[in-house]
């Protein structure tokens, strides 16, 4: 199929974009601007096409980082922060990171023009960004405050903004090239571009599809959107009963539940069956960015705490509850206890990675993202020791050093006993401002195998960190 520009002799041509255009644009496009009838309607019409537009490339763009097993720390960073809960700023930093992400893989691409949209062919910021964010303005503005505009204000801003949309609708003349297709769940299928949906034979690319889901399909190739598009029929409760229509829904949220919305009536649609896939995304990125080793720490603990950390499953309350102590009490002990193999150190282990990089955090809960970043911004130093990674490693002496050796101020010690750490802290709060956290995993490790005359003797050197450190303690 060849490229149909949304223009004509005499400018931007509606008709192609109601004809020719993937079905969420054309039908958002007629229903909002083309049968609105007042300044402020319309209005309105243009921001959510332009959201429509926005979302639609942002999401292809998601796939395809996807597909390719795409790893860039700004985008996996941005992923874990924003997307269970993603405003329009997001979409725009989504699209515009994955983007820049693809230099180099231009060839690999499913739609190599979609990274025009941001970039010139030497990967500098193309000046459609500036039109892009000009709209983006214009809904922050807008939808930003809650206060309606005057009609003339509405007809003067809908006037003065209608032309950068146009613009912008010309630009994606590329996307009438890929056909947007729902395999039906019968084995059918239905060509989704323009204002309404058209039987189809299944292209021979999209029968790779499960039955239910929308894809896109370009001569041999195909690129899945699902779960981020949906086509469905519409469960949303009117005045008349259940609208019943099918309808193409966006992903909007993941909080409390999966919710999507459709653009065409502003209906909304729950979808907890597509919790599972949509939670992925989020932690798939998370899982990708990289934390680099604190300064002083053994690179086999860091690995061991790493891999240990991968290991946990849930946990979130439990975790929660280890990050909350740390962050309203200034000094005491808390002992992590279970029977072996319950997944202490998996815990711990997972705790120290969130706090030493939050944003991983919210990979796997909001609020532990949101924890972790307050005891970061508040000057928490973490200093850790994994028991068990050989065996000098459950000697008092090696936990000892362990702990010293990744504070900023070591304090001067060259006995390597419970008073040299205790200076270290000491000395570190006093350099950084800010509170310091020790956590000890495998004690019961360290005691194992001991005499029971050496096992008293080891318990006391451990009760004289108490004493001296008056800081919040994690042990196991």
Request: charged share 25%.
């Amino acid at each position: 199929m060849a490229t149909t520009p949304a223009s004509g002799k005499s400018g931007f041509d509606p008709d192609i974009v109601q004809s020719k255009y993937p079905l969420p644009i054309a039908r958002t496009y007629q229903s909002k601007l083309q049968d609105s009838t007042t300044d402020l309607h319309r209005l309105y019409g243009l921001m959510d096409v332009f959201e429509v537009s926005l979302k639609y490339c942002a999401i292809i763009a998601i796939q395809e980082y996807v597909r390719l097993g795409g790893h860039s720390p700004v985008v996996d960073a941005d992923v874990a922060l924003h997307f269970r809960r993603p405003s329009l700023g997001h979409w725009n930093s989504f699209l515009r990171e994955i983007l820049s992400s693809f230099g180099g893989l231009r060839q690999q691409l499913f739609m190599p023009a979609l990274v025009d949209l941001y970039f010139d062919p030497r990967g500098r910021p193309d000046r459609r960004q500036d039109r892009i964010n000009q709209l983006i303005d214009l809904r922050n503005r807008q939808r930003g405050h809650g206060a309606l505009p005057l009609d003339e204000d509405a007809g003067h801003a809908f006037r003065s903004h209608l032309p950068l949309l146009e613009a912008l609708l010309s630009d994606l003349s590329f996307l009438t090239s890929y056909e947007l297709i729902v395999h039906d769940e019968d084995g059918s299928a239905h060509l989704l571009m323009g204002t309404e949906p058209k039987p189809v034979g299944l292209p021979a690319a999209a029968s790779t599809i499960a039955p239910g889901q929308l894809c896109l399909v370009r001569n041999d190739s195909v690129l899945p959107l699902s779960p981020l598009l949906l086509y469905a029929r519409c469960d949303f409760r009117t005045h008349q009963g259940p609208c019943a229509r099918y309808k193409t829904f966006f992903f909007n949220s993941l909080k409390p539940r999966p919710d999507f919305l459709d653009y065409w009536m502003s209906h909304h649609r729950k979808a907890s069956d597509m919790s599972e896939r949509l939670r992925s995304i989020v932690e798939s990125s998370a899982g990708h960015i990289d934390l680099a080793a604190p300064e002083g720490a053994n690179k086999a603990l860091w690995e061991l705490l790493q891999e240990r950390s991968d290991n946990l499953v849930g946990r979130v309350s439990e975790e929660l509850q280890l990050l909350y102590f740390v962050a309203e009490y200034t000094r005491g002990f808390l002992i992590v206890e279970g029977d072996p193999g319950i997944g202490k150190t998996a815990l711990l282990s997972r705790t120290v990675h969130d706090l030493l990089g939050p944003k991983s955090a919210y990979g796997r809960a909001d609020e532990l993202g949101d924890v972790a970043t307050h005891l970061q911004d508040a000057k928490l130093h973490v200093a850790f020791h994994l028991c068990g990674t050989d065996k000098s490693s459950l000697e008092l002496s090696a936990i000892l050093a362990s702990l010293i050796n990744q504070l900023p101020a070591k304090g001067g010690g060259t006995t390597v006993v419970a008073s040299d750490l205790a200076n270290a802290a000491r000395a570190t709060l006093e350099k950084t401002r800010g509170k310091l956290l020790l956590v000890i995993d495998g004690l019961d490790e360290a005691l194992a195998g001991r005499s029971e005359a050496e096992r008293p003797r080891t318990l006391h050197d451990c009760e004289c960190f108490r004493p001296h450190l008056c800081r919040p303690t994690l042990c196991d």
